[in-house]
């Protein structure tokens, strides 16, 4: 496949882990550099959640898919600020830093028509995947965010420092990463701003953001 990614270095870094050596890759910082994304089998947009408006150019390409990093909002969201009229041709994806070469993709789809489609290009890309509601934050980011805050609040009240967390947590749930490791990995602002979009989405009290947290984003 020719595939065109619109990505920051971090990310593009992150996703080079995955194996493109059967397809042809061009690498983009802005969409606003492509001239036209119909010369392009497939488009993988790592950055979309930071610029939505990528979207009115994908509505008006329906024919090429868009594997997009949506984590900040909805693909039901994304409908009512667009117009797709000739067709919706984006799934939503994870692709927050972090969890971009990890061996599952969580992908959320707006009907189940969408589905031969993902299917095809997954196995393409030989990616493996898991479909999830489309829900702003999906599953694994809202669970690792909802996490980290936990661990911010905990930090606030001076119960444990953030080195005493995150070994707590690794020797005692097995994790991967301490809750103040994921959050250097995916970064505070993409954390501040998974919480403050999924809050915003349900009113539940257990995403608000705390306010050590905020207080490290507000200094980024």
């Not at 397809?23 to 802005?30: A, G, I, L, P, Y």
């Amino acid at each position: 496949m020719n595939i065109l990614v619109i990505a920051d270095a971090q990310r593009y870094d992150e996703l080079q882990q995955r194996d493109f050596s059967r397809h042809e890759v061009q690498w983009k910082t802005s969409l606003e550099e492509v001239l036209s994304v119909k010369a392009f089998d497939l488009v993988i947009d790592l950055i979309f959640d930071d610029r939505p408006d990528h979207a009115a150019v994908y509505a008006r390409n329906p024919g090429v898919p868009v594997l997009a990093g949506m984590v900040k909002t909805s693909l039901s969201e994304l409908m009512n600020h667009y117009a797709f009229e000739q067709g919706f041709n984006i799934m939503g994806c994870n692709f927050l830093p972090g969890f971009i070469s990890l061996p599952l993709l969580e992908v959320t789809l707006m009907d189940d028509g969408q589905q031969e489609v993902l299917a095809d290009i997954m196995y393409r890309l030989n990616w493996e995947y898991a479909l999830v509601a489309d829900a702003t934050g999906m599953v694994t980011p809202r669970v690792v965010c909802m996490i980290i805050n936990e661990a911010y609040l905990t930090a606030q009240e001076g119960t444990a420092s953030r080195a005493d967390i995150d070994i707590s947590m690794k020797l005692g749930t097995n994790y991967p990463f301490g809750p103040f490791e994921w959050c250097e990995r995916i970064g505070v602002k993409h954390v501040y701003e998974v919480l403050k979009a999924v809050h915003d989405a349900t009113g539940d009290d257990r995403y608000e953001v705390a306010a050590l947290l905020q207080t490290a984003y507000e200094a980024i």
